[in-house]
T-cell receptor, first 114, second 112 residues
Framework: QQQVKQSPQSLIVQKGGIPIINCAYENTAFDYFPWYQQFPGKGPALLIAIRPDVSEKKEGRFTISFNKSAKQFSLHIMDSQPGDSATYFCAASTRNAGANNLFFGTGTRLTVIP | NAGVTQTPKFQVLKTGQSMTLQCAQD?????MYWYRQDPGMGLRLIYY???????DKGEVPNGYNVSRLNKREFSLRLESAAPSQTSVYFC???????????FGPGTRLTVL
């Protein structure tokens, strides 16, 4: 059973558009929600992360919106560029003194058309 | 700093063969992880090691074993490979229980 559900599976936008990727979870013990970006042939890399005590976090053109009551969070990419074309994964984990075990969504393949 | 390195990059096995995937990190991280990535399923945790000397099962541990050789190295072993283990395997590390995981470049494994 997928602990974090992600949609859409794929997304195509024009340069300058604002793609939005959505994720939902059920486990209320989750308290760390990162987004990872992966280019073909590479490992995922952390893009931005949020904790549930804030409703929004912005880093450059990337914004996470977090709705704790709905158990949903989303990634917005402002002024998208062709270089943003990649697969994006949301994830969630619980605080753990020993390790940070992430549960990943199934990924969204984003294509930004010049 | 090389970050997280993995060997080999590619491997083809026949059903029933065994192999070990190697992972090393040079960031002095305490925790290390092995994931597999399959189309449409995201990344799933196979095993993790919270600290040197400890290992624990993740979501999909069946068919795998791990060894935390020292603080730097964490290996994943397939004792008798099966076609269902065809996947891309990623190793990752983090400073501890809270924080960013850094991923290696992956090993693409095909089991015939």
């Amino acid at each position: 059973q997928q602990q974090v559900k992600q949609s859409p599976q794929s997304l195509i936008v024009q340069k300058g558009g604002i793609p939005i990727i959505n994720c939902a979870y059920e486990n209320t013990a989750f308290d760390y929600f990162p987004w990872y970006q992966q280019f073909p042939g590479k490992g995922p890399a952390l893009l931005i992360a949020i904790r549930p005590d804030v409703s929004e976090k912005k880093e450059g053109r990337f914004t996470i919106s977090f709705n704790k009551s709905a158990k949903q969070f989303s990634l917005h990419i402002m002024d998208s560029q062709p270089g943003d074309s990649a697969t994006y994964f949301c994830a969630a984990s619980t605080r753990n003194a020993g390790a940070n075990n992430l549960f990943f969504g199934t990924g969204t393949r984003l294509t930004v058309i010049p | 700093n090389a970050g997280v390195t993995q060997t080999p990059k590619f491997q083809v096995l026949k059903t029933g063969q065994s192999m070990t995937l190697q992972c090393a990190q040079d960031m002095n991280h305490n925790s290390m992880y092995w994931y597999r990535q399959d189309p449409g399923m995201g990344l799933r945790l196979i095993y993790y090691s919270a600290s040197e000397g400890t290992t624990d099962k993740g979501e999909v541990p069946n068919g795998y074993n791990v060894s935390r050789l020292n603080k730097r190295e964490f290996s994943l072993r397939l004792e008798s490979a099966a076609p269902s283990q065809t996947s891309v395997y990623f190793c990752a590390s983090s400073l501890g229980g809270v924080g960013e995981q850094f991923f290696g470049p992956g090993t693409r494994l095909t089991v015939l």
